[in-house]
């Protein structure tokens, strides 16, 4: 079993940058794939971005491509989501989600989820 933590969000303007942290415990972070999602108020969970155990290959929802980059530091047990060129749009609650079987791009899936950062774009 895997515990992840986010931290890194805060209030942007709108061009600006953010980098999101997803720090999780345990000895065997290398054997789980990472995502990240996030939710706007009123709306469902969404997909952003996943990358599969030892960083082989990346996956991202068309919103956020050539914008939003995913990595890992297997480490330091951390994944990343730099955020550039952020749109108002992109403001809501960016959870983490590991998965030691699947790439975690379901929102629904049974993975392990962090509590989520509040990320807020200004316009």
């Known amino acids: 079993q895997v515990h992840v933590v986010e931290s890194g969000g805060g209030l942007v303007q709108a061009g600006g940058s953010l980098r999101l942290s997803c720090a999780a415990s345990?000895?065997?972070?290398?054997?789980?794939?990472m995502g990240w999602f996030r939710q706007a108020p009123g709306k469902e969970r969404e997909f952003v971005a996943a990358?599969?155990?030892?960083?082989?290959?990346?996956h991202y929802t068309d919103s956020v491509k050539s914008r939003f980059t995913i990595s890992r530091d297997d480490a330091k047990n951390t994944v990343y989501l730099q955020m550039n060129s952020l749109k108002p749009e992109d403001t809501a609650v960016y959870y983490c989600?590991?998965?030691?079987?699947?790439?975690?791009?379901?929102?629904?899936?049974?993975?392990?989820w962090g509590q989520g950062t509040q990320v807020t774009v200004s316009s």
């Open positions: 990358i599969s155990r030892r960083g082989g290959s990346t």
């Open positions: 345990g000895h065997t972070f290398s054997s789980y794939a």
């Open positions: 989600a590991a998965d030691p079987a699947v790439v975690p791009i379901s929102p629904d899936g049974n993975h392990y």
